[in-house]
Nanobody, 121 residues
């Protein structure tokens, strides 16, 4: 079955940057939409950014202008470039693949195990 593996998380000072990566395998990558989701302690998982098979993107309002989602189809890899980070960004970040470019996590079929992002002041 499909497998996604995230990397690139870590600890960063406020105002810094991180780039998350998600390597995909085991499914028809080019036909799927992909997205980044996050979950803070005690909170529900929420959509952060999604990208469809044609490269059209959508972002959570609070990250627009600071986060950029992209993909390299030749490498079956999804990216999330995050800049101007704030402590409120701290969460576990997950990548996912599904058949539609939606911010609803229930619509995605494949999930990674997550990578932790921690932003300190």
């Amino acid at each position: 079955q499909g497998q996604l593996v995230e990397s690139g998380g870590g600890s960063v000072q406020a105002g810094g940057s991180l780039r998350l990566s998600c390597a995909a395998s085991g499914y028809t990558y080019s036909s799927y939409s992909m997205g980044w989701f996050r979950q803070g302690l005690g909170l529900e998982r929420e959509g952060v950014a999604v990208i469809d098979a044609d490269g059209i993107t959508k972002y959570k309002d609070s990250v627009k202008g600071r986060f950029t989602i992209s993909k390299d189809n030749a490498k079956n890899t999804l990216y999330l470039q995050m800049t101007n980070l704030t402590p409120e960004t701290t969460a576990m970040y997950y990548c996912a693949a599904g058949l539609a470019a939606t911010m609803a996590h229930s619509e995605y079929s494949y999930w990674g195990q997550g990578t932790q992002v921690t932003v300190s002041s």
